[in-house]
């Protein structure tokens, strides 16, 4: 039983991956700790965890860089991301958005299904296709979600681990707020660092 980290790409891990003296690849196994580069979205990381994900693994770590809707929270702050919304599965209604549970068709929320206590902020997120940079649609998905984050994965990685029943983590870093696109005030390095600096301890630590 091992660790498997999941990330959407390697500009995200990439001190993690120098740290260990890992080449990069989109799935490398180690002997501690395995980790899986999906590629951006929810379509491309749940089609990467259905190739991967097994049994063998006893927590799935999601990490990455988000936005976040909350000013509370510092840029570059390392976060514990426990529940998670796919934001857009439903329909709309003329100017109504109907969720996926709404209509009857399933669940559109999940999760994270460990009590492993980490001494990070717990916030509430959002996956989406289309990360929001206008002031109408951040006001509309504020009042029907109430999300702290969004990502384009977070959702994805709880969802298929639900249905393996394997214990979930989704740890993010601030790297903007979500606002009127506004390239310039991003902290993108920054968020980097610090994630990765939180998962290269905690890695170590698990492997102790």
Not at 102 to 121: C, D, H, M, P, R
Not at 201 to 207: A, G, P, R, V, W
């Amino acid at each position: 039983m091992k660790l498997l980290v999941v990330a959407a790409t390697q500009a995200e891990i990439a001190p993690t991956l120098a740290h260990f003296g890992i080449a990069s690849n989109n799935f490398i196994e180690t002997e501690n700790f395995d980790l899986l580069i999906t590629g951006v979205g929810m379509v491309a990381t749940a089609f990467s965890l259905g190739k991967q994900l097994s049994n063998q693994y006893n927590l799935v770590l999601n990490v990455g860089i988000a936005g976040s809707f909350d000013r509370n929270i510092a840029l570059g702050e390392v976060v514990n991301i426990t529940h998670d919304t796919f934001a857009e599965l439903g329909a709309e209604d003329h100017d109504d958005f109907i969720t996926l549970p709404q209509l009857g068709f399933g669940e559109n929320a999940f999760s994270s299904n460990t009590e492993t206590t980490l001494g990070l902020k717990k916030v509430k997120g959002i996956t989406v296709n289309k990360v929001h940079g206008n002031a109408h649609s951040i006001e509309k998905t504020i009042q029907l979600h109430q999300p702290q984050t969004e990502s384009m994965e977070g959702a994805a990685v709880f969802y298929a681990c639900q249905q393996l029943n394997i214990p979930a983590m989704q740890i993010r870093s601030i790297s903007n707020y979500v606002e009127p696109r506004n390239r310039e005030s991003w902290q993108i390095g920054l968020a980097v660092k610090n994630l990765n600096d939180w998962l290269i301890e905690f890695i170590n630590k698990s492997s102790n």
